[in-house]
Antibody
């Protein structure tokens, strides 16, 4: 059974860097075809995909935020880390990590973490 | 970049059929996935690859994809189906995931 859990600060100040960790179980991100993503959701708004990391360490980022985002994996700890620089109040929202169904880059996100709420405020 | 368009809201009486549309340019050429998000909860995958139901999703949920519109259909709607529904595709031009703006389903 695949489970995911996000962790990180609930409050960050403008201009600071946000670091979020997704700790998972039930699979190995080093296995061929495995992929994970980060998605966020501002309060009352739609889902926004942020980044993806694949088993072979290939990475993809939301085009408009490419310069601010970094995704990395630690397969020994079963963790994926998202870093977002220069935080702004508009970045306030719930941040989710999610697991892709395996095998194709067109796959759906079949398991999601519970999400972690991040507020950006001075 | 690729854009998915959804109506903000749909209302349906219990026991009736709800139809939620997702519009995109030649969306039939893409694989469409659908997520249900109940208030205060994480999204749940209800349809993948246009019309396949993941394990545990009731047969009342079905999907189709044709031309410029993909559709999620929920038959015999129940009060527990009230939620936001998001469609999603992979944009292989920009190499990233695109979500629709979401449709809020209200059960009258």
């Amino acid at each position: 059974q695949v489970t995911l859990k996000e962790s990180g600060p609930a409050l960050v100040k403008p201009t600071e860097t946000l670091t979020l960790t997704c700790t998972f179980s039930g699979f190995s991100l080093s296995s061929s075809g495995m992929r994970m993503a980060w998605i966020r959701q501002p309060p009352g708004k739609a889902l926004e995909w942020l980044a993806r990391i694949d088993w072979d360490d290939e990475k993809f980022y939301r085009t408009s935020m490419r310069t601010r985002l970094s995704i990395a994996k630690d397969t020994s700890k079963n963790q994926v880390v998202l870093t977002m620089t220069n935080m702004d109040p508009v970045d306030t929202g719930t941040y989710y990590c999610a697991h892709y169904t395996s095998g194709s880059p067109f796959d759906a996100l079949d398991v999601w973490g519970q999400g972690t709420m991040v507020t950006v405020s001075s | 970049s690729y854009v998915l368009t959804q109506a903000p809201s749909v209302s349906v009486a219990p026991g009736k059929t709800a139809t939620i549309a997702c519009g995109g340019n030649n969306i039939v050429s893409k694989h469409v996935h659908w997520y249900q998000q109940k208030s205060g909860q994480a999204p749940v995958l209800v349809i993948h690859y246009d019309s396949d139901r993941p394990s545990g999703i009731p047969e009342r949920f079905s999907g189709s994809n044709s031309g410029d519109t993909a559709t999620l259909t929920i038959s015999s709607v129940e009060a527990g189906d009230e939620a936001d529904y998001f469609c999603q595709v992979w944009d292989n031009t920009d190499n990233h995931v695109v979500f629709g703006g979401g449709t809020k389903l209200t059960v009258l």
